[in-house]
């Protein structure tokens, strides 16, 4: 089966987001309903994502909420997952973002639904 390869994987403009930011500027950092932001701790850790369909229809947070309680654990995909694998957990995830992950647990990257 073919793993994930290079191309696919998006390192660089990543829409991030912090902790301690509102909601309601987290998601005006979004283009579309479909996008997500990362949430990543000051010392760069990865923490979770947001998007509109987990803040605000599933969860109807407020937008005055704090991103840390709106954060979704989307699935972590590693370099060497399959692309069916990858497509299954972004169906799976209801999520067209994942965040992709090394070896050691590191953050790498993102994969996207459309990528």
């Known amino acids: 089966m073919a ?3 290079s191309e696919f994987v998006k390192t660089g403009d990543i829409i991030r987001a912090a902790p301690d930011d509102l909601l309601s500027s987290a998601l005006l950092k979004l283009n579309t309903s479909h996008d997500a932001a990362f949430v990543f701790s000051n010392d760069n850790k990865y923490l979770g994502v947001i998007n509109p369909y987990y803040c605000l229809i599933k969860s109807s947070h407020p ?6 309680k709106c954060i979704f654990h989307a699935p972590h995909v590693k ?14 995830s209801k999520v067209h973002y994942l965040p992709i992950f090394d ?13």
């Open 3 to 5: 793993q994930v390869k």
């Open 63 to 68: 937008g005055n909420a704090k991103v840390e």
């Open 79 to 92: 370099l060497n997952y399959s692309v069916s694998r990858v497509a299954d957990l972004l169906s799976q």
């Open 103 to 115: 070896d050691q647990d590191n953050f790498h990257g993102i994969i996207s639904a459309r990528r």
